[in-house]
């Protein structure tokens, strides 16, 4: 690893570790809140789903804070792979911002239409969350499958994108998010919802380590050089580190998930399924380093210039932590189970 | 030179569009949620001084209101953070290095303080105490400036670039931070549009106390809002046309062909007239129908009857702004602030006159200016940023060498859907605002409908359990039983 960074200048590689840590947690913050969207349809009752939608209602626009940043922050760190990753995955960008549009204001609309109007709003939430994590899903598969770059232009075609992985990858992200939620729902609900979300959670769960062999696999496929990475000595060390510890918290998680009632123990699969999003993701991170758009661009070449990563290095520092320090005490503000019954209007 | 260069001018004309159109949605939330997060700190901070429930209804009543118009600005302002890589990958990358640290330094500072206490704020009324219900409104509030702060400096500066190199693929160097963010247009602006931000709110709340005083006249609350907002037009108007005049007075400066554009005037003299009305024809470079007054241009731009003000034919055509539309956009503003402005004076005078609550005339009056605030915005977002063209970055980067090398037909796809899309669902929330405003506020203002319920730590069985239920008493006392 440091063979590939010695002589090089440090601060690209500083900027590369928090940009991975602002869409790991874009990822894992926001990924249960789109989540808990996609479970619409299967909680039909309006009761359960004003719960669903109030265990997320105070932190969510938090949590998408964060895919600001993850924007922003590409643009002020490596404004050349800014450039050409939005061009080069065009649709599936402008899809994705339709559909955090349409879920993003359903959190105030269902409360604010008339009641013949609010299923409407249920359907926008439901498929606004569906339609953003499809999108997310498939521009990361598409940065795995290689962007084509002339001159810090994107040169591909405004179809390149499509193909069977990316696809894939969409539906993975989806139910991988699905996965999120229902375990998070497991965590802060209680009685027949909660029940029910010890079933979803079960068989996600099982949907989510196949989705991530799959994935895995075929990512290794598509690229030699990310399996030769994988199994070159001593590199296997660590690569193997990922699936083994996945196995690992799989056990947890089903051990979490095998009781009767309510108690400590929900959160448990909830921070499985966490788990598994990070190792994928360092997993992801470990295969494409030095890479920033793949096979293209590495993070010399689309860094900033000196000073901008400084001054900006400056705000990431100071704010990154104040930011998770009131994110966290807004969570602990409104944490414990919501219980149905609250009085709306 | 890079790619975009050859872009076709449908394509810089359909990226040109979308971004008119998603910008100009966009700037209305945030200018509405910038004064309203300051006048809800402003009643939170009057009601703990002196305990009247009128205070704390207003408070309640605005915070719904507030809420909904935030979650438009937050989902309308993403699509901004991503159109600018989307549709303008030449200008995001030549303008990366200055532009995006700028961007990202907003989002650390604003976005992240505003949403990190928006919930407490809306949802925490209820669950944590007074001091710190004040501490997170006011952090919003102080959110919503910062913001402001940090895009106005990144626009001021597209506006008046300073403080930067060309480096070796064409990207421009930041060599001075200080001088990027404090540049000479930005003090002007950010003062503007700040005041602009309140006034448009005090407009929107005057509409609004005046609404349900000509269906009330003693209803409390809406009193208490239409007094606290013809206070703020009454005083706020004439320091912002002050401020406008001093901007105006820093574009003949640093933009004198935006102020050409502006004003209409196509040929260099001194003693500019000032043109009431015209058509501006840019083929013959002149103004069709033109009525005017001598000299008078130049006495507001030079405070001299005799200054010289540089026509549009001191620059080449090619670099000649979009004068039509610069030039009405222009009147539209100064002829909507000045309607602004005798508001407040009116309201000035039945004040002293002590008929401010018993003149149904003036209350229909203020109902019709209800949106005048934002109209004032529109077109005066219009104007600068017409008035900067054919340039993205003033005199250094052309709009043409700006845009994506994304197809025409991806443009059009796009176009098509945000317009349809942003129709549908900032209409309905538009409505949906219109029709909590519609409601009459009153004592008893219930708190926000999607309340999540009361902590149930205590229900769940096991190592959380021992803690019962606690008895949370709401602030003020009692302010009426939710209704079921």
């Keep these: 690893m440091m063979s590939l960074i010695s002589g090089h200048p440090i601060l690209p590689v500083i900027w590369a570790c928090i940009m991975a840590f602002v869409i790991l947690a874009y990822v894992t913050l926001d990924g249960f809140d789109l989540g808990v969207g996609m479970l619409f349809p299967v909680a039909p009752d309006p009761h359960d789903r004003d719960v669903m939608v109030n265990t997320i209602a105070p932190v969510w626009d938090g949590n998408e804070t964060w895919l600001v940043l993850g924007g922003s922050g590409l643009y002020g760190a490596f404004p050349a792979a800014y450039s050409v990753i939005l061009p080069s995955i065009y649709p599936l960008v402008i899809l994705m911002l339709m559909g955090l549009i349409f879920r993003g204001v359903a959190f105030e609309f269902r409360f604010r239409a008339i009641e013949a109007q609010r299923h409407w709003w249920d359907w926008s939430f439901f498929g606004g969350s569906v339609i953003a994590a499809f999108c997310q899903g498939a521009i990361l598969g598409a940065l795995i499958q290689g962007t084509k770059v002339v001159n810090f232009q994107f040169a591909g075609g405004s179809f390149d994108w499509l193909t069977p992985f990316t696809i894939f990858c969409g539906f993975a992200v989806v139910l991988g998010y699905a996965l999120l939620g229902a375990s998070w729902l497991l965590w802060r609900t209680t009685g027949t919802l909660h029940a029910k979300m010890q079933r979803h959670t079960f068989i996600l769960g099982i949907v989510m380590l196949a989705m991530l062999a799959i994935v895995s696999l075929w990512t290794g496929l598509l690229n030699a050089n990310f399996m030769h990475r994988w199994f070159a000595w001593p590199g296997i060390l660590a690569s193997a580190a990922a699936p083994i510890l996945s196995v690992v918290l799989a056990v947890i998680f089903f051990r979490g998930l095998a009781h009767d009632h309510a108690g400590e123990h929900d959160r448990v699969p909830f921070f499985c399924a966490l788990g598994w999003f990070v190792l994928g993701f360092l997993g992801l991170g470990y295969s494409i380093f030095p890479m920033i758009v793949p096979p293209s661009l590495d993070i010399w070449q689309a860094a900033s210039v000196h000073s901008s990563q400084v001054f900006l290095l400056v705000g990431a520092v100071v704010m990154i932590p104040l930011i998770l320090g009131y994110n966290a005490m807004s969570y602990y503000i409104f944490r414990g189970k919501i219980e149905p019954g609250a009085h709306y209007h | ?484």
């Excluded at chain 2, 309308?76 to 532009?99: D, H, Q």
């Excluded at chain 2, 102080?142 to 480096?167: D, E, K, R």
């Excluded at chain 2, 931000?197 to 208490?224: I, K, P, T």
């Excluded at chain 2, 004003?263 to 005017?292: C, H, M, S």
Aim: aromatic share 12%.
């Design chain 2, 1 to 484: 030179m890079s790619a975009a260069a050859a872009a076709p001018a449908l394509a810089v004309l359909l990226a040109r569009g979308q971004f008119g159109f998603t910008i100009a949605f966009h700037i209305l939330f945030p200018a509405f949620s910038i004064g309203l997060a300051s006048y809800l700190a402003v009643l939170e901070v009057l009601w703990l001084i002196t305990g009247r429930e009128a205070y704390m209804a207003a408070f309640r009543y605005w915070l719904k209101i507030f809420s909904v118009g935030f979650a438009m600005g937050v989902v309308s302002g993403l699509v901004m953070a991503y159109e600018i890589g989307a549709n303008w990958s030449g200008y995001s990358f030549k303008a990366g290095p200055i532009l995006g640290p700028l961007l990202a330094w907003e989002t650390l500072t604003a976005f992240f303080l505003e949403a990190g206490f928006l919930g407490i704020m809306i949802f925490g009324l209820e669950r944590v105490g007074k001091k710190l219900h004040m501490f997170a409104t006011s952090m919003v509030a102080i959110g919503t400036l910062i913001s402001a702060t940090w895009i106005l400096m990144a626009n001021s500066w597209m506006q008046t670039p300073v403080g930067f190199a060309i480096g070796k693929n064409g990207e421009f160097v930041p060599t001075d931070w200080l001088a990027i963010c404090f540049n000479p247009s930005f003090p002007f602006r950010w003062v503007h549009m700040v005041i602009a931000a309140y006034m448009s709110v005090a407009f929107v709340v005057g509409a609004v106390g005046a609404f349900h005083l000509l269906r009330d006249r003693r209803n409390e609350v809406a009193r208490l809002m239409f007094s606290m907002a013809m206070w703020m037009a009454a005083l706020g108007m004439p320091v912002q046309i002050l401020a406008g005049d001093a901007q105006g007075r820093n574009t003949l400066e640093y933009q004198p062909a935006k102020i050409a554009a502006m004003e209409g005037d196509f040929t260099t003299q001194a003693g500019q007239p000032l043109v009431l009305f015209g058509l501006p024809n840019v083929a013959k470079a002149r103004n069709d129908y033109e009525i005017a007054i001598p000299k008078i241009g130049s006495m507001i731009l030079t405070h001299s009857l005799d200054g010289s003000v540089k026509g549009l034919d001191a620059f080449p055509k090619k670099d000649w702004p979009a004068v039509f539309v610069t030039f009405w956009a222009f009147r539209v503003m100064v002829g909507m602030g000045m309607l602004m402005f005798l508001l407040g004076l009116v309201s000035l005078w039945l004040r002293f006159r002590r008929r401010l609550f018993d003149t149904p005339l003036f209350h229909r009056a203020a109902m019709v200016m209800g949106p005048a605030g934002f109209i004032c915005i529109l077109a005066g977002w219009t104007t600068t940023e017409t008035g900067r063209q054919p340039w993205t970055v003033y005199g250094v980067l052309r709009t043409a060498d700006s845009v994506a090398p994304v197809t025409v037909h991806m443009l059009l796809f796009s176009c098509i859907l945000i317009v349809a899309i942003y129709t549908v669902v900032f209409g309905a929330g538009i409505r949906y605002l219109l029709a909590m405003m519609a409601n009459p506020p009153s004592l008893s203002e219930a708190p926000p409908a999607n309340d999540p319920p009361q902590r149930t730590q205590g229900i769940t069985p096991g190592p959380a359990g021992g803690e019962g239920k606690r008895h949370e008493t709401r602030p003020g006392g009692t302010f009426g039983v939710p209704a079921e």
